[in-house]
């Protein structure tokens, strides 16, 4: 992971956290974010170590100006898309940003009352980001999170959909 410059671990960083602070601005809330910060973190601290050093590099990452909320969340998830293109010529590094991602902002989302509608829907819109580079982000269930059919379904992976990217594209569990 020592292969990025300052600009790509800045990129990568912006990116990363800017797709859980949009999680946890789904529902925002005064107690509640002092929960998802340290669901964050607990996340961070499971994250490969490579991964959590490159994340502890820097500054406070800022986020980027914008006229409304709309144009933020526009905004904070083109730079994950941008963080996924950086990570992707190291291939470890593109399977922990990916990992913590997932992680955390499953983590976030049940820390408080757990995982809200608006929750949920931002959390599809980052998935769709890490989807985008071709390699689906990993399946984890948040605290709190109904169960879904398909989830713990003896039959989930018997030719079910599983998926329906923005795309378009159906894919079949097993099918790449």
């Known amino acids: 992971m020592s292969q990025f410059t300052e600009n790509e671990i800045e990129t990568i960083r912006g990116g990363v956290m800017g797709a859980v602070a949009l999680v946890s601005q789904a529902e925002p809330g005064f107690f509640a974010t002092f929960k998802e910060s340290m669901a964050a973190s607990k996340a961070l601290a499971n994250a490969p170590q490579e991964f959590t050093e490159l994340m502890k590099q820097g500054g406070m990452v800022?986020?980027?100006?914008?006229?409304?909320?709309e144009e933020m969340n526009t905004k904070l998830?083109?730079?994950?898309?941008?963080?996924?293109?950086?990570a992707s010529k190291d291939q470890p590094t593109l399977e922990a940003l990916k990992s913590y991602v997932t992680?955390?902002?499953?983590?976030?989302a049940?820390?408080?009352k757990g995982v809200s509608p608006?929750?949920?829907a931002v959390i599809e819109q980052v998935n769709a980001v890490l989807?985008?580079?071709?390699?689906?982000?990993?399946q984890t269930q948040a605290p709190g999170a109904p169960q879904t059919e398909a989830q713990g379904s003896p039959t989930a992976d018997a030719g079910q959909v599983s998926e329906a990217p923005a795309n378009g594209e159906l894919k079949f569990p097993g099918q790449n």
């Open 131 to 138: 989807n985008e580079s071709g390699t689906a982000a990993p």
């Open 118 to 120: 608006e929750e949920t």
């Open 62 to 69: 800022m986020p980027p100006k914008a006229g409304s909320q």
């Open 103 to 108: 992680a955390a902002t499953q983590e976030v």
């Open 110 to 112: 049940g820390a408080a």
């Open 77 to 86: 998830l083109e730079n994950l898309r941008q963080a996924v293109q950086v």
